[in-house]
């Protein structure tokens, strides 16, 4: 009996400890340290969040940049893939769909080759981010759909330039740009 109360008090401290005290101090310090981070990222216009830096979005508009295809309908809940192989005629058929409606959509040559970015989903369907290609191959359909004179779309043109991420620790991946912050760098452009 004396092991058994003994093993319900290690059981509630460490319970309060790791539970309630530990995550509430991590929390707290991590408000106070990086409280964008802390609070998912988010972009704010005025005081209307815009999108999480951290997860992707479905820009359909003609006046917006895509973000890369979700197999989860840009849902975070269930994030993840749609774990079709390589050999599935279903992932074949959506990849040649996809390709088919990205050309038509940036009113592009039939044999532009297409990022694959644009073509599959990631893994966890959510990635914010799309390559410059990707961008440049899009820039021409936002710039008509919005007017933009020349020195508009050189302004457009600079923008992806700028907002072009080298890989991560200069080796790992490839060159990005975050659709959110493209897009709303693109609604600057006046």
Do not use: W
């Amino acid at each position: 009996m004396k092991t058994l109360v003994i093993s319900i008090k290690i059981f509630l401290f460490f319970t309060v400890l790791t539970g309630i005290i530990y995550p509430l101090l991590v929390t707290g310090i991590v408000q106070v340290i990086y409280p964008s981070k802390a609070n998912g990222s988010m972009q704010m216009k005025g005081k209307i969040s815009t999108g999480s830096l951290l997860i992707g979005q479905q820009f359909d508009s003609a006046i917006y940049f895509t973000s890369r295809p979700s197999a989860v309908s840009y849902n975070p809940l269930p994030s993840g893939g749609s774990n079709y192989g390589l050999t599935s005629a279903k992932l074949k058929a959506l990849v040649e769909e996809r390709r088919k409606q990205f050309i038509a959509f940036n009113h592009l040559d039939s044999l532009t080759s297409v990022p694959g970015e644009m073509l599959f989903a990631s893994a966890s369907g959510l990635d914010p981010h799309i390559s410059p290609q990707s961008a440049f191959l899009q820039a021409e359909r936002i710039a008509s759909a919005r007017c933009f004179n020349p020195v508009q779309e050189q302004k457009l043109m600079q923008a992806i330039d700028s907002l072009t991420e080298p890989p991560q620790f200069f080796c790992l991946g490839e060159p990005r740009i975050n659709v959110l912050l493209l897009n709303l760098e693109t609604d600057k452009i006046r």
